[in-house]
């Protein structure tokens, strides 16, 4: 068994723009006059979403982040703990942008998948 990269950013990310997003997984059935049946779907309905935003990064810490995303391949998982949270998760990486803010410093934004398979 492999064990996964942990992600540790060389700076933590901002406080404004980053955010931790659950989504419940539920089937839910529609009858008429609005009334509906719901049921938790499958064991883990609880996955979360999250964005991470970095506002003013060096160039080179940017570059660092960029590296290890792009280490992990298009379907690598990491471990990481968001901020605020205390518990460890298994995460993939769905997108990330860096746009230039300054002639040596860039903001990154990445959103983040919670992954459940072994």
């Known amino acids: 068994m492999s064990t996964l990269p942990s992600f540790a950013p060389p700076r933590s ?19 008429g006059d609005g009334y509906s049946q719901r049921q938790a779907d499958g064991i883990n309905i609880f996955p979360h979403t ?3 935003k970095w ?7 940017a570059q660092a982040i960029d590296a290890f ?8 998982a990491f471990l990481y703990a968001h ?5 460890t998760r298994k ?11 300054g002639y040596a410093y860039q903001s ?6 919670e992954e459940f398979d072994p």
Request: charged fraction near 15%; hydrophobic fraction near 35%; proline fraction near 7%.
């Open 13 to 31: 990310p901002s406080i404004n723009g980053t955010q931790l997003i659950t989504t419940p997984r539920m089937r839910r059935v529609k009858y």
């Open 108 to 113: 990154l934004q990445a959103e983040l998948t």
């Open 55 to 61: 506002e003013t990064l060096a160039y080179a810490d």
């Open 83 to 87: 901020p605020g949270d205390q518990t």
């Open 91 to 101: 995460w993939t990486v769905t997108t990330w942008t860096r746009p230039q803010v």
């Open 50 to 52: 999250a964005t991470l």
């Open 69 to 76: 995303f792009i280490a992990l391949g298009a379907s690598g």
